[in-house]
């Protein structure tokens, strides 16, 4: 009779459709129940993840106006750290897009106190780093707030704080984006410039004569205004080209119509950002600039491979494993550009994938890699990524740590299949050293069920496997299982003596955790992160810092 009892009411087996007694669980999207990250948790997960994708359970429109009522509350309870942490995540580069930080930091600047309004206005330069990054922020302030002094000082500072020749840079490459000009912001702030930033933000507001090549030598800031104003008129590929190498011309200041000559493109690449020649690979392929053996092969390949160079670059993971997919593909997502890859150009950005996380050392200890690949993992992306899933993406993450870490154990699970425990669990025929796109075909390729986050630990403790570590890459919606994830944990640790840890990869920037935040032995941390090989490695080995590897 006992036993009946407590069929219906346990706190150490309770189907994930209820929550654990005496536990502070909330119902997740799903109808299952977890734990809730608190809200400077969940401004982590949206700095880093955004919410443009939605996700399975959740509209892009639902899920932002979620993500953003986190924001308020963490600007309302402590304005300033919330500053200082959209700044900190902006400033190192960790997430894959910077829109989510300008727009937590227009709200912050609009609806914050005084003192926080002041700190997100100063804070303007830091996260606004290039022209489209401060017209996405006035227009995001606008949605929040008027044109009031504080911010046509904060925008007037931006202009002002920037050394002559990078102002001219950012006014010649980043001319109008989102509707908006920088003659529009020059208007509104009244900014006041002197010098050769005062000459180009004339030029930029149409007032005199622009400078001309005659008039400026070639070390003047104002030789690239002149430079733009040559190649508007130029009559052929090779003054373009000219232009290009002399005077540093970009790919945004160059005339649409010479953008398909490969000529243009290899003077272009001579001096190219590492951010655009990633996403400009398809486009140098497709004109034929790019061929196996070909000199402007080998200088992408030398490029993407010089660790110190992506390092300064700070381009995140995520932008190089889409631009992997996209370019292996040999077909856009968007349009109808058809392309040759180089098979050279696709390792190359493979390896700058790995490259591009923080560096640690082995731990030693024993890791259960587990991705969801349940049906709402496929339904989320990354980052608003249209052509990168999350339970893909979970797979690249997966291998960074697996690359470090010899003693490791991948896993796929879903809660329905012919597997162990008569789920979806079994082993999967990845490996550290595959090609990234390769990995993804095969995780896409996996049949989809509902969620039951418990099945890595019950997995594990079937079949008697030693972890130290489980890493769960999810999305946190679980609700099938006949226990909850932090119960088959216990009854992990219980079965086999082992004090077992427990890491949540957060690959949905939703309100959600399987993580007991109770529970010392278990942590949350945000998918793609560019940190996230890191904190996991502190985590595991919690004696200090893991030492960096060459």
């Not at 600039?289 to 000199?295: M, N």
Request: positive net charge; hydrophobic residues 45%.
């Amino acid at each position: 009779m006992i036993s009946s009892y407590t069929r219906h009411y346990s706190s150490r087996v309770t189907p994930q459709s209820a929550p654990i007694p005496g536990s502070k669980q909330i119902c997740n999207s799903g109808g299952g129940y977890a734990f809730a990250v608190d809200d400077w948790t969940r401004l982590d997960r949206f700095l880093v993840l955004g919410s443009e994708g939605g996700s399975y359970y959740a509209t892009p429109r639902a899920l932002t106006v979620q993500n953003a009522e986190a924001v308020r509350r963490c600007v309302a309870a402590d304005g300033r750290r919330a500053v200082a942490r959209i700044a900190e995540i902006s400033v190192a580069g960790r997430a894959p897009k910077n829109d989510p930080a300008v727009f937590a930091l227009a709200l912050a600047a609009g609806m914050g106190d005084a003192a926080t309004r002041s700190a997100a206005l100063a804070a303007v330069p830091r996260v606004c780093r290039t022209g489209t990054h401060l017209f996405a922020f006035v227009q995001a302030a606008e949605g929040f707030r008027g044109w009031g002094r504080g911010l046509k000082r904060a925008v007037g500072a931006w202009y002002a704080g920037k050394e002559p020749r990078e102002l001219v840079y950012q006014i010649a490459k980043y001319q109008r984006r989102g509707g908006w000009s920088h003659r529009d912001l020059l208007r509104l702030a009244h900014a006041k410039l002197t010098g050769a930033g005062g000459a180009a933000a004339r030029w930029a507001l149409g007032k005199g004569d622009p400078p001309t090549l005659d008039a400026v030598g070639p070390d003047d800031p104002l030789a690239l205004l002149g430079a733009v104003e040559a190649a508007n008129r130029a009559a052929t590929a090779d003054e373009v080209v000219r232009l290009v190498r002399d005077y540093g011309l970009v790919r945004e200041c160059v005339p649409t119509r010479w953008l398909s000559d490969p000529a243009v493109w290899d003077a272009l690449l001579d001096r190219m950002p590492l951010g655009a020649l990633v996403r400009n690979l398809a486009t140098m392929t497709r004109v034929g600039l790019l061929t196996p053996g070909s000199s402007g092969a080998s200088r992408v390949t030398a490029a993407l491979g010089d660790r110190e160079r992506l390092r300064r670059s700070r381009l995140h993971p995520v932008a190089l494993l889409t631009a992997l997919r996209t370019y292996a593909a040999g077909r856009g997502v968007r349009g109808s550009g058809v392309w040759a890859p180089v098979p050279a150009v696709a390792s190359a950005l493979d390896a700058a994938f790995y490259g591009a996380f923080a560096h640690v050392g082995s731990t030693g200890k024993r890791w259960l890699l587990a991705l969801d690949v349940s049906g709402s993992m496929a339904c989320s992306t990354v980052s608003g990524v249209p052509n990168l899933s999350a339970r893909e993406a979970s797979a690249a993450l997966a291998l960074v740590t697996a690359a470090t870490e010899p003693a490791h154990h991948i896993i796929g699970f879903t809660g329905r299949g012919s597997g162990p425990l008569g789920a979806g669990v079994e082993p999967l025929a990845i490996r550290p050293g595959q090609r990234l796109d390769a990995v993804t075909r095969a995780i896409d390729a996996l049949p989809m069920g509902p969620t039951d986050c418990a099945l890595p630990m019950l997995y594990a403790l079937d079949r008697r496997l030693a972890v130290d570590v489980f890493v769960v890459y999810t999305d946190s919606e679980t609700w099938h299982g006949a226990v909850h994830p932090v119960q088959a944990l216990r009854r992990y640790r219980e079965g086999t003596g082992a004090a077992a840890k427990l890491v949540v990869v957060g690959m949905v920037s939703n309100g959600f955790t399987i993580a007991d935040p109770d529970d010392a032995g278990m942590l949350d941390v945000v998918g793609f992160d560019a940190a996230v090989p890191q904190l996991l490695a502190q985590f595991a080995a919690p004696g200090g810092p893991p030492e960096r590897t060459p």
